[in-house]
């Protein structure tokens, strides 16, 4: 009984990274403005992530990152390290700490799984950003990588 | 009231695969303003976000939005938030609206978000015109959390095109909680200062020498099966020795992800605190390979109401990460599966 790899689908100019790749870290400023401006830019009006007032009267210390930011980041972190080739895949994220502005988030991440998949390979990162709090989001981001076209 | 009585747990009960907000049609279509709009703000640098001729490159068509973004495109917008403010009824989310009140009944009068997942079917493009619908797939029995007693509700979105095919999924959970005392204003949306910690932990599994590879493998998130290297054998649980020869000398292989249920248990009582109920306990035959005798795993089935499962029903593997020491296989429907 032999289980022989199969070919990877991958163009060969694709470099396909190992199981336990570290991704270089990413430290993010977290700046009133960045807030405002990525709450903005995903069409969320909350008024906790652009009014300190009203976010302060809702028990929360300043404004903070709303969630499809911390989504963006973490799917940037990945397809900026990945390449433009990759296609996201999967995006799962657990939330912990808030970002206020004045934090640092640093994004760490690692290669846990590199698997055939019809036609591809799915790369999964382990993902990670904390700041002074402590884990502002973790989980994991899969990208496909698939064979280049032939012609363009 | 008591927000554990039987009567009030049947009431959330209901909600359970209840639409929460009927199918809603973004205003606009995806567009390459939109699309720079959230790259430079997001400072991604991705050039196929921005760039035809580079997205082309990558044997695209043209540029594409970024896969997080799905969640933007139907997001209400500035004046119906506005009018949300003002206690205007949004459309489409009565059932949303309805299971606020109950919770808010029940003293669950603040929420934060936990967890996010998106899974996406293909890739957004400008001109595509998005649309999002939501339907509750969980309330759990009430938590005790770092910000109050509560209970977690998982809803699944689903994003569709204009053609009605589904363009990704979100599956996303909130804590619906009773803030501590003092901690923040009446039905404020408090900031999630904490990470919510479940009551008790999963029981911790007996490693020992034997079957440590198999949780070590879990752990990354591979689901393995040893295998006797002297006459190819699979057997599960993990033991010494084979029990077709005898021998000590063993290897693994990996699983598989596809099943299908041989047996399964809908447990009620005793309950554990850390476990959702009714749990759903089953024993799901993973194939061998090329056909040969398989082995058979004890392991809980998710995303499946238990009036649903059926012996033989198609399974397919995913992972519960239980806690930062504990990774589980654990088994859904097979959306691909053939009976």
């Given at each position: 009984m032999t289980h022989p790899v199969p070919?990877?689908?991958?163009?060969?100019?694709v470099s396909v990274p190992a199981v336990g790749t570290q991704l270089p870290e990413l430290v993010l400023p977290i700046t009133r403005t960045m807030i405002v401006a990525t709450a903005i830019a995903s069409r969320d009006y909350q008024d906790v992530h652009h009014d300190p007032a009203l976010a302060q009267d809702r028990g929360s210390p300043d404004i903070f990152m709303n969630i499809l930011t911390s989504n963006g980041l973490a799917e940037r972190f990945v397809t900026n390290w990945a390449g433009p080739a990759a296609r996201v895949k999967r995006v799962k994220i657990r939330l912990g700490a808030p970002n206020h502005p004045g934090d640092t988030m640093t994004m760490t991440g690692q290669v846990t799984g590199v698997r055939p998949e019809t036609g591809t390979t799915v790369i999964e990162v382990a993902v990670r950003g904390d700041n002074r709090i402590g884990m502002h989001l973790s989980g994991t981001v899969e990208v496909v990588l698939r064979a280049h076209e032939e012609t363009q | 009231m008591t927000t554990t009585d039987a009567a009030y747990d049947d009431r959330l009960a209901?909600?359970?695969?209840?639409?929460?907000?009927?199918r809603t049609v973004a205003k606009d279509a995806v567009s390459t303003a939109a699309i720079r709009t959230w790259a430079e703000a997001m400072e991604d640098t991705n050039p196929v976000l921005v760039d035809d001729a580079a997205a082309r490159a990558t044997g695209r068509d043209g540029v594409v939005a970024p896969a997080t973004m799905l969640q933007a495109w139907t997001m209400r917008g500035y004046a119906a938030t506005q009018a949300l403010a003002r206690g205007e009824a949004t459309p489409g989310a009565e059932g949303f609206a309805e299971l606020v009140a109950l919770l808010d009944e029940g003293g669950y009068t603040s929420v934060v978000a936990t967890d996010s997942d998106f899974e996406f079917a293909r890739e957004v493009v400008p001109g595509d015109l998005i649309s999002v619908e939501e339907v509750v797939e969980a309330i759990s029995p009430e938590k005790r959390t770092g910000l109050g007693v509560g209970r977690f509700v998982t809803t699944l979105r689903t994003y569709r095109d204009a053609a009605d095919e589904v363009v990704g999924t979100q599956r996303w959970r909130t804590l619906r909680f009773r803030p501590?005392?003092?901690?923040?204003?009446?039905g404020a949306e408090p900031a999630p200062v904490e990470t919510p910690e479940p009551p008790a932990l999963r029981p911790r599994p007996a490693i020992n020498l034997d079957n440590a590879f198999w949780f070590e493998a879990a752990t990354e998130k591979r689901l393995v099966v040893q295998r006797c290297t002297t006459c190819s054998t699979l057997r599960h649980p993990?033991?010494?020795?084979?029990?077709?020869?005898?021998?000590f000398d063993w290897d693994t292989v990996p699983a598989g992800e596809k099943g299908t249920v041989h047996s399964y248990v809908v447990a009620h009582h005793p309950r554990h605190p850390a476990f959702d109920y009714p749990l759903l306990i089953a024993l799901v035959d993973l194939p061998g390979p090329g056909g040969s005798p398989g082995t058979r795993l004890t392991t809980n089935l998710v995303d499946v109401r238990p009036e649903d499962v059926e012996i033989g029903m198609p399974v397919v593997l995913d992972w519960l990460?239980?806690?930062?020491?504990l990774t589980l296989p654990v088994f859904r429907p097979d959306p691909e599966g053939q009976r």
């Amino acid at each position: 009984m032999t289980h022989p790899v199969p070919p990877s689908p991958v163009h060969p100019d694709v470099s396909v990274p190992a199981v336990g790749t570290q991704l270089p870290e990413l430290v993010l400023p977290i700046t009133r403005t960045m807030i405002v401006a990525t709450a903005i830019a995903s069409r969320d009006y909350q008024d906790v992530h652009h009014d300190p007032a009203l976010a302060q009267d809702r028990g929360s210390p300043d404004i903070f990152m709303n969630i499809l930011t911390s989504n963006g980041l973490a799917e940037r972190f990945v397809t900026n390290w990945a390449g433009p080739a990759a296609r996201v895949k999967r995006v799962k994220i657990r939330l912990g700490a808030p970002n206020h502005p004045g934090d640092t988030m640093t994004m760490t991440g690692q290669v846990t799984g590199v698997r055939p998949e019809t036609g591809t390979t799915v790369i999964e990162v382990a993902v990670r950003g904390d700041n002074r709090i402590g884990m502002h989001l973790s989980g994991t981001v899969e990208v496909v990588l698939r064979a280049h076209e032939e012609t363009q | 009231m008591t927000t554990t009585d039987a009567a009030y747990d049947d009431r959330l009960a209901e909600f359970v695969g209840r639409e929460l907000v009927r199918r809603t049609v973004a205003k606009d279509a995806v567009s390459t303003a939109a699309i720079r709009t959230w790259a430079e703000a997001m400072e991604d640098t991705n050039p196929v976000l921005v760039d035809d001729a580079a997205a082309r490159a990558t044997g695209r068509d043209g540029v594409v939005a970024p896969a997080t973004m799905l969640q933007a495109w139907t997001m209400r917008g500035y004046a119906a938030t506005q009018a949300l403010a003002r206690g205007e009824a949004t459309p489409g989310a009565e059932g949303f609206a309805e299971l606020v009140a109950l919770l808010d009944e029940g003293g669950y009068t603040s929420v934060v978000a936990t967890d996010s997942d998106f899974e996406f079917a293909r890739e957004v493009v400008p001109g595509d015109l998005i649309s999002v619908e939501e339907v509750v797939e969980a309330i759990s029995p009430e938590k005790r959390t770092g910000l109050g007693v509560g209970r977690f509700v998982t809803t699944l979105r689903t994003y569709r095109d204009a053609a009605d095919e589904v363009v990704g999924t979100q599956r996303w959970r909130t804590l619906r909680f009773r803030p501590k005392p003092g901690s923040t204003a009446d039905g404020a949306e408090p900031a999630p200062v904490e990470t919510p910690e479940p009551p008790a932990l999963r029981p911790r599994p007996a490693i020992n020498l034997d079957n440590a590879f198999w949780f070590e493998a879990a752990t990354e998130k591979r689901l393995v099966v040893q295998r006797c290297t002297t006459c190819s054998t699979l057997r599960h649980p993990p033991g010494p020795a084979c029990p077709a020869c005898g021998s000590f000398d063993w290897d693994t292989v990996p699983a598989g992800e596809k099943g299908t249920v041989h047996s399964y248990v809908v447990a009620h009582h005793p309950r554990h605190p850390a476990f959702d109920y009714p749990l759903l306990i089953a024993l799901v035959d993973l194939p061998g390979p090329g056909g040969s005798p398989g082995t058979r795993l004890t392991t809980n089935l998710v995303d499946v109401r238990p009036e649903d499962v059926e012996i033989g029903m198609p399974v397919v593997l995913d992972w519960l990460e239980a806690d930062d020491e504990l990774t589980l296989p654990v088994f859904r429907p097979d959306p691909e599966g053939q009976r």
